[in-house]
């Protein structure tokens, strides 16, 4: 992302914040992984998506129509002797240079600058709770001008979660973004392809994983959150990422796994059969899946709410599982009842982005929220039938099946940004039968 798109970011924001305001936002800390190691520094959207600046121990500073500059950061100084051990720093000359701030000092020195920038500003945009560290600086900061109210320095009247502004600016992709986006999403579903093609009986699920992970680091990817790699009854188990069964002849693998591309989330569900044929109750079950899947793509459009693309997915699974006979009554009174959460007991969908399970309100107010252009999404439906069901017949038990795709709100409808990965029954079978012709 190029720092002209962060600039425009921090440029929005101060028109929202209005005159006589700052905002102040942290970077995430360095987290410890197990004793004296430490797990690979990601950045925290919020900090990332204003700065670019990809480095712990760094606060950033916004303050409209300040004379001596509107953009401050701090962070930690060039240090030779760190850096050997742990690679290069921006410093303070590259916080300015590279990375767009007017002005930029140590974090070592941040408890004596920003209480005086802090001073007769009456709103202070800054999302307590997120960084209990920072909280208490907050505090001690705003209590430091208190002690000098009698020199005729005023205190912030008003403190607003930053978040309020800032999640809203998140929903709406840019074209920048949109296009990273897409990266992304095709780097993954290029891997989720990989995972058909070298599956078979006695292949583990680890071993699937592995070719996933290693697909995202060759494109230069991380993945964007633990992969779920589920065979039989694993694909049952709705958030599952120990990854370490065998998988079975007979048996279906669901994976459930993004590429993050620069910051940014791809998140790709696929469920096929473990030896390249679905079973007939196999087969019968995902078409339900798919044609429900599809009736929520359908809804994706501007003008429609949040909340359509879900119903309309309940609506057809629900149909689906009477068709089977694994319900059994009026549909409608049958979504009434919620009697379709016995196989499917999550959402259609989330925001995705820099996270995820990105930010934005789902509802603003009561109502839910219209989808716009710009605004990206997952569709996910799924149905789970783990052994033991009660009054479900064996020859159901162990179905795990979830079809999941990123998709972009676009003026006239949508684009799915997941399309190369095959997800019909024919595409996914044809795949693995070369696959496996090949490996013979």
């Known amino acids: 992302m190029h720092q002209t798109e962060f600039a425009k970011r921090r440029k929005r924001l101060m028109q929202m914040m209005g005159k006589d305001s700052i905002a102040i936002v942290p970077a995430a800390p360095a987290t410890i992984r197990n004793r004296d190691v430490e797990y690979r520094y990601r950045p925290d959207s919020d900090f990332y998506y204003l700065t670019g600046f990809a480095e712990p121990e760094a606060v ?22 760190m850096e050997i051990w742990v690679g290069p720093r921006a410093g303070l000359e590259g916080a300015r240079k590279t990375f767009g701030a ?22 202070v945009y800054y999302t307590m709770g997120a960084n209990n560290n920072y909280d208490q600086h907050v505090i001690n900061w705003v209590n430091q001008i208190r002690e000098k109210s009698r020199s005729g320095v005023h205190t912030p009247g008003e403190f607003v979660a930053l978040d309020h502004l800032l999640h809203d600016m998140r929903l709406f992709k840019s074209p920048g973004e949109i296009a ?25 699920e680890n071993e699937i994983e592995a070719e996933i992970l290693h697909h995202f ?31 079975r002849d007979g048996d279906l693998l669901l994976i459930d796994a993004g590429a993050e591309k620069d910051y940014y989330a791809s998140d790709i569900t696929r469920t096929f059969p473990v030896n390249g044929k679905f079973s007939k109750e196999q087969k019968a079950v995902y078409e339900v899946v798919l044609q429900a899947q599809h009736a929520a793509i ?30 059994k009554g009026e549909v409608r009174k049958l979504i009434k009842d919620n009697a379709y959460r016995r196989y499917y007991m999550h959402r259609t969908g ?6 995820v399970h990105d930010v934005g309100d789902y ?22 039938i783990p052994a033991g069901s009660k009054k479900v017949a064996k020859k159901w038990w162990n179905i795990g099946i979830r079809i999941e795709d990123d998709v972009l709100v676009t003026k006239n409808g949508c684009e799915v940004l997941t399309k190369d990965v095959p997800k019909s029954v024919g595409e996914i079978e044809a795949i693995m039968a070369t696959a496996s012709s090949q490996r013979m």
């Open 180 to 204: 990273v986006m897409r990266k992304a999403a095709k780097i993954a579903a290029q891997a989720h392809i990989r995972a058909m093609q070298v599956c078979h009986p006695g292949k583990t």
């Open 298 to 327: 359908e809804q994706v459009k501007p003008g429609n709410h949040w909340n359509d693309p879900h119903d309309a997915a309940v609506k057809s699974l629900t149909k689906g599982l009477v068709k089977l006979g694994l319900l």
């Open 102 to 123: 007017d002005d930029a000092f140590p974090i070592s020195d941040i408890d004596d600058i920003l209480p005086g920038l802090l001073e007769n500003r009456s709103r």
């Open 217 to 247: 680091r060759v494109n230069h990817c991380h993945e964007a959150y633990p992969s779920i790699v589920g065979g039989g009854a694993n694909g049952c188990i709705l958030h599952y990422i120990d990854n370490n069964a065998a998988l």
């Open 60 to 81: 950033a500073v916004i303050i409209p129509k300040r004379k001596h500059g509107e953009y401050i950061l701090f962070c930690r100084e060039r240090d030779p002797a």
């Open 350 to 355: 989330h925001w995705l982005g820099m996270d």
């Open 363 to 384: 509802k603003v107010g009561d109502a839910w929220r219209v989808l716009e252009p710009g605004m990206t999404l997952t569709i996910e439906p799924g149905i789970y």
